[in-house]
């Protein structure tokens, strides 16, 4: 089954009164979605109680979570501090996602601007074969480890960079966002065709299992000639790329993935837009 949800709560959550994240699956339920990422992006500061009431209230409402890692996950780095600190705060972000009983965990792979970018592609190997040695010890084998698509060039994390990572163990899973690859390649994505032969080289790779469990982000998105800028919202049209086009390929090859939306501040709201449009295409 395709799922939809936003990365994160919307601003119209709190506008409206809502103030705990607890609150967000029963409210997304009501909207008729039914996926939640939820971020950790600037560290994991969840407490075991707060995790376990949001995993209990997406269970009752049939909402798919996520944990999306800190930001500053380096696993390329060239300092070995580094290093052990991004095996750290994946153990972490494992460690919430099994308290609230998150299946998936989204990792940026990190930074290749001061080294190669096949010596860096090996750094992030062997940083994340530790961590899923290290995960496997802690009893968080059955969390899949989901790294991401990255939307500036001189970050580690293009399309075959991630699906590279993602030989190693076959519980990864890549996180393909849709708009920081229109970003890494200058507005490449604009046709259905397009979209179906990025499906097309994940399936290669990694076989038809992991591309039907995709894991994936979408958004408007700016971009400059380093990659991503800024996201946008479905209503921001000047930035692409066109989600009806990743519905159609998506429709055409039976592929249902959990899609996160990332729209800036209405992702919940766009998030619904994305399901409409893709109900429209497959009918349903
Ligand atoms: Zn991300």
Known sequence: MIRF??????????????????????????????????????????????A????????????FLSIHAPYYINMASEEKEKRINSIVYMLETL???????????????GSCSRTSREHALQTAKQVLKDTINEADAAGFGDIAICPEVLGKLNQLGSLEEVLELCTL???????????????????????????????????????????KNLHSHFSRIEFTPGGEKKHWTQDDTQFGPEFEYLAEALYNKRVEPVIICESRGKMAEDALKLKNIYNRISGG
């Not at 809502?18 to 560290?43: D, F, I, R, T, V």
């Not at 376990?52 to 909402?63: K, P, S």
């Not at 460690?95 to 792979?109: E, L, N």
């Open 52 to 63: 376990g009431q949001i995993g209990e209230q997406a269970r009752l409402n049939d909402i």
């Open 169 to 211: 163990d076959e519980r990864l899973i890549p996180t393909i966002d849709f708009g920081h690859l229109h970003a890494r390649c200058m507005g490449c994505l604009n046709s259905t065709k397009d979209f179906e032969q990025i499906l097309d080289r994940i399936e290669s790779t990694l076989g038809e299992y992991r591309l």
């Open 5 to 50: 949800g936003p990365s994160g709560n919307s601003d119209i959550f709190y506008e409206q009164g809502y103030k705990s994240s607890a609150q967000m699956p029963a409210w997304l339920e009501k909207m008729s979605l039914n996926a939640y990422e939820y971020q950790c992006s600037k560290g994991v500061k969840i407490s075991s109680q707060l």
């Open 95 to 109: 460690q919430a996602a099994k308290w609230m009983g998150a299946k998936r965990i989204v990792v940026h792979t």
